[in-house]
């Protein structure tokens, strides 16, 4: 069965191959297309011509042929990867695969343990140093009527909200609840179960009693293909909000209805308060948004907002203008350009990218508090020391030459990257004990054995020769293939995992000749 499932297949590809070849340029050495096809999409990653003189050019081509190899091979819910290399002498080769998948950056990554993924940095941070909630839940009250009250003198009437639960209830639904509530908003429950609609706070519509302790919301999923280890963020205020990509303590009490959330926060970083209040959602997937110390905070300031007039009326609802941080703004924590680096931004950065990178002074960014991400592009070359007192946690360099050795023993770097043209000394990362990503497939490297004796890397990304030269690689849990790489390359590089992780595909078509 086997056998005839791929010889359909083959003739699929080979029916592909030759429209390739009829709709070639002039002088064409080899056409490509990377596509994929899913349970109710295709689409395609990438597709061209090159040309006998080096350059390439653009190609039209449909995907309809797509939906047979996908049938043919089982039509599992998991996207079919399809690379078809197609050459003007009439031969084909290509691959199939459900196993492997692109990342974020365009590279072939085949994940082996998707269950093993690196550790968040928020579970290494400390307890928050006061552990008491910041809220009043008499003062929350207090100032709760006195915000109801005023909306109702401006709207010239009293909105209604639905009457609070019997305290039974409300008992028996916080028994049930495996997380807690901060004591203010737990107090409000006692005046109103929620707002029916009414959306009191920053325009969010407050869930009642039952919904807060019950809702499931949507938490984004960590994934290899969405790089983890450089998609961590550092909410402002630094260390408030423990940085994790999400968390069964963050819970949601307010919606937008557009798919964000007001929650509050059970377990806040080391500068954090119980039940602080953040804006969690599909537009903070990863990275939430500090609002405030807790909900009696939040209200203290909506109900100064209406003394001092910052407040809309449209016929009966009212949008009160108080202070509620909204879409991520980095402009104070991450910086790009050309050096040299501002000094008087370092001490709040997070993220730093400079392009030109010749000659670069990292002085300004030695012992930067929160720097965790760092980016260089250019020629070099550029003294590394200054990065060794720094935070890093991931390190991208695409320079012609560099040199590891001045960040020996680096305490936090988790990934790095490398872009060189000259060879770089990789015995340096055996020193680092958090390690865990590494991609060196656009880099000269030397003592690339070094590789394979990294015990805590879970992720790496080698060139086809540098696969090939790696001999026994470390227990990984992803493993990507970066380079301009054949099929007959994909395939071999992931026979050595698994040799059913892919089936290889050559022939020749009918150039029409």
């Known amino acids: 069965m086997n056998d005839q499932r791929d010889d359909a297949m083959t003739e699929v590809l080979r029916g592909m191959a030759a429209k390739i070849a009829a709709g070639a340029p002039q002088g064409w050495r080899r056409g490509w297309v990377h596509a994929y096809r899913g349970p109710s999409s295709s689409g395609q990653r990438g597709m061209g011509y090159e040309l006998s003189d080096g350059t390439t050019d653009g190609m039209r081509f449909g995907l309809g042929d797509l939906n047979q ?15 078809l ?97 901060p004591p203010d908003l737990l107090a409000l429950y006692g005046e109103a179960d929620g707002d029916d609609e009414v959306a009191l706070f920053h325009g969010h519509e407050w869930f009642g009693l039952e919904l807060t302790t019950t809702f499931v919301h949507h938490r984004p999923e960590r994934r290899w293909q969405d790089g983890p280890l450089w998609s961590t963020h550092d909410p402002e205020p630094c260390g408030t909000i423990r940085r994790q990509f999400g968390s069964p303590n963050w819970i949601p009490f307010a919606t937008s209805t557009g798919g964000d959330y007001l929650a509050v926060d059970m377990d806040p970083g080391p500068a954090g308060r119980p039940g602080q209040v953040i804006r969690v959602g599909i537009h903070y997937d990863g990275r939430p948004v500090y609002v405030a ?33 909204s879409y991520l703004d980095d402009s104070r924590t991450h910086w790009r350009g050309h050096a040299p ?11 730093l990218v400079v392009d030109k990178a010749r000659d670069l002074d990292l002085e300004p960014v030695r012992s930067a508090p929160n720097l965790t991400m760092v980016t260089l592009f250019g020629e070099g070359p550029v003294d590394l020391r200054p990065l060794r007192d720094a935070p890093v946690e991931a390190l991208r360099l695409e320079l012609d030459a560099v040199d590891l050795s001045p960040l020996t023993g680096h305490p936090t770097l988790r990934t790095l990257t490398l872009r060189t043209r000259e060879p770089v000394d990789l015995a340096v990362l055996p020193t680092f004990p958090r390690l865990e990503g590494l991609e060196l497939a656009e880099a000269a490297v030397e003592n690339l054995a070094v590789v394979g004796e990294l015990n805590g890397l879970l992720s790496l990304t080698l060139s086809p020769d540098q696969w090939r030269l790696l001999g026994e690689p470390p227990p990984l849990a992803a493993a990507g293939l970066g380079g301009d790489s054949t099929p007959a390359q994909v395939n071999e590089w992931t026979a050595r995992f698994d040799p059913t992780a892919c089936r290889y595909f050559t022939g020749r078509y009918d150039s029409g000749c």
């Open 293 to 325: 110390d807790s909900v009696t905070t939040m209200l203290r300031r909506l109900v100064r907002a209406l003394e001092r007039g910052d407040y809309e009326t449209d016929e009966d609802y009212l949008d009160v203008h108080a202070t509620l941080p």
């Open 341 to 351: 680096i501002p000094t008087k931004k370092a001490r709040r950065l997070q993220s």
């Open 69 to 83: 190899l996908y049938q043919l091979s089982d039509a599992s819910p998991e996207d079919l990867m399809v690379w």
């Open 85 to 181: 290399a197609v050459e003007s002498s009439g031969r084909f080769e290509a691959v199939t695969s459900q196993a492997i998948t692109e990342d974020h950056s365009g590279r072939l990554l085949y994940v082996l343990r998707p269950d093993t993924l690196p550790r968040e940095p928020g579970a290494d941070q400390d307890s928050p140093a006061n552990p008491t909630p910041a809220g009043d839940p008499e003062e929350a009250v207090r100032l709760f009527r006195e915000y109801v009250r005023k909306r109702a003198d401006i709207l010239g009437e009293a909105e209604i909200l639905p009457a609070p639960l019997d305290p039974a209830e409300r008992t028996a639904l916080l028994d049930a609840f495996p997380g807690g509530l």
